[in-house]
C-alpha cells in the first residue's frame, strides 16, 4: 500500500499490510502536481518521516524522486543514505531498467541500503513513454521489460514494481525471477501488488487508472461530513452547550454574570447571532454595494 502522512501510515499498518512505500506518487494525490516531476528530496523526506511514525510493524520504502539518483552514482548513493537516515525509509525504490544498474548496485553493495526497482509505467520518465501508458505491448519492448528485470536483480534489488503491463509478461518476469515482484495494473501472477491508497478509497478524482478498484468513498464521506457540519453551526445545533463546551464552577459563573451586567450592560445567556450583529454595524458605516456606482474604464 502506498501511504503518505501519519494517519494514512497508521490505517496501512493496522490493515496489516507488508510494506508500505511512500510514493512519489503523493505529488500527485497530497499535493495536487499534475505529474511526479516536481517533487524533491526534502519534500519525500518529509513525507516518509511522518510515515515512519505511523509505521510499527510494515515495512518501510520511500521513492527517490525524479533527479535525485538521475545523475551520477555518487548523487543516488548520497541521497539513497538521506532517505534512510532523515526519512527512516527501510529501503528506497528507483524506477531504472538496466541503465540504472550501476547505480543500483552502488546504493545496495556500497551503502547496503536495500532497493526496490521500478519498471514498465514509469511516471517520472512519463513524457519519454508518451504519457501514462500501458508499456510492454509489443514483442519488443516486452523483450526489453524482461531484460530490464534480470539486470534489476543482477544488480541486487530484492524486490521490483511491475506497473502497467500485459498481465502475460508480468506472469513472465516473475517467474523468470528470484525475487518477489509487486504488481500495479500488472495482473494477479505478480508475487505481491500494490495500489495507490487515494485511489482505492476515493480520495483522488482527477482520473482513475483502468486497474484500480475503489474499496471505499472517503471522498465524498469527507464533502458530506464538512457540509454536515457546516449546516449544525449555521443552525446553532454545534456546538451544544453542556456537550462540547465549558462551564465555570457555579458559584464563579453567578459573580462572573453580575460583574458584566454590572460593569458593561451584557445580559448572558440568550443568544445573539454575532454575524448579524456585525453585519447590522457594518451596513451602517459602510455603503452597500448597491449604492456604489460601478467601477467605470
Ligand atoms: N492517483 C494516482 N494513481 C496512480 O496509480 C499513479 C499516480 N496517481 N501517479 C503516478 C503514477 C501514474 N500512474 C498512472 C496514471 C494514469 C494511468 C492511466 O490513465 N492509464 C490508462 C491507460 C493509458 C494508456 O495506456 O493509454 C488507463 O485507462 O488505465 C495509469 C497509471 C500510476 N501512478
Ligand atoms: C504506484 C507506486 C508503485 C509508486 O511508485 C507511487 O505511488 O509513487
Ligand atoms: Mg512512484
Redesign the pocket.
Known sequence: MTAYDFPTAAACDRAGVDMILVGD?LA??ALGHED?SQITMNDMIHHSKAVSRGTSSAFHVADLPFGSYHTDEATAVSNAIRMVKEGRAEAVKLEAGRRGATKIDAIVNGAGIPVVGHIG?T?QTAVALGG???QGKTFSNAQALVDDALALQDAGCFSMVL??MPSLVAESITRLLNIPTIG??AGPSTSGQVL?L??MVGL?DR?T????RGFADLGSRMVSAVAEYKHAVRSHEFPAEGVHTYEMPAATEEKWRTFVQKQFGLELGQHVDKNKETAAVASQLLPSKANVAPESG
Open positions: 506518487s500527485m494525490v511526479t509505467l511516471p501514462f501508458r500501458v506497473e502497467a500495479i495494473g495507490v487515494s485511489d483522488f482520473f487508472p483502468k486497474f484500480c
